[in-house]
């Protein structure tokens, strides 16, 4: 017997170099590393990331943040437009609107993106200028009764006056 155990070796010299022998099997209660979370089916989940938080500068009364609604940088962002300017939007959305009103069912020619051309008859547009009705639209795949275009699609369209 002792020539068996001379021959066997010991557990120390069956590991690599600089591992250290565990006993006892795998614990039964395991905490996750640090870093992970996981879920009861054993999927791990993202830890979320931590987000700086922005704050703004003092304002010039010195208990306030933001910027003085006196200042240029505070009229931009509110669009502080001159009387004028707004006057000339004015302006142009009424010859928009009618030109609209004189579209109203007549023949027109829509160019939308990608270089289509369709035909139709002008129904309406909508008060956000989102989307055109039009009836009797011809496009190269065939004729739809009626239909909707939205504007963001419509570069230009084209209408005959009488």
């Given at each position: 017997m002792?020539?068996l ?11 690599p170099?600089g591992a250290?022998?565990?006993r006892g099997g ?8 640090a ?10 989940m993202?830890?979320?990331v931590p ?9 010039p009364?010195?208990?306030s943040?933001?910027?003085?609604p006196a200042?240029?940088?505070f ?5 502080g ?7 000339a939007?004015a302006a142009l959305?009424?010859?928009y ?8 069912g007549r023949?027109t ?5 990608a ?21 009797a639209?011809?496009?190269?795949l ?6 909707l275009?939205?504007c963001?699609d419509?570069?230009?369209?084209s209408?005959?006056?009488?």
């Amino acid at each position: 017997m002792a020539n068996l155990r001379r021959r066997t070796s010991s557990p120390r010299q069956c590991l690599p170099s600089g591992a250290l022998r565990v006993r006892g099997g795998p614990t039964r209660h395991r905490r996750p590393q640090a870093g992970t979370g996981t879920r009861p089916g054993g999927a791990t989940m993202p830890i979320p990331v931590p987000v700086g938080v922005l704050r703004l500068p003092r304002g010039p009364d010195g208990c306030s943040r933001g910027f003085s609604p006196a200042s240029l940088r505070f009229q931009a962002l509110l669009g502080g437009d001159t009387v004028a300017a707004q006057g000339a939007r004015a302006a142009l959305r009424q010859r928009y609107l009618r030109g609209l009103a004189a579209a109203r069912g007549r023949p027109t020619r829509f160019c939308l993106r990608a270089g289509v051309q369709v035909d139709a008859v002008f129904g309406a547009a909508d008060v956000e200028a989102v989307a055109f009705q039009v009836d009797a639209l011809r496009t190269p795949l065939g004729v739809q009764a009626a239909a909707l275009l939205r504007c963001a699609d419509v570069l230009a369209y084209s209408f005959l006056l009488d």
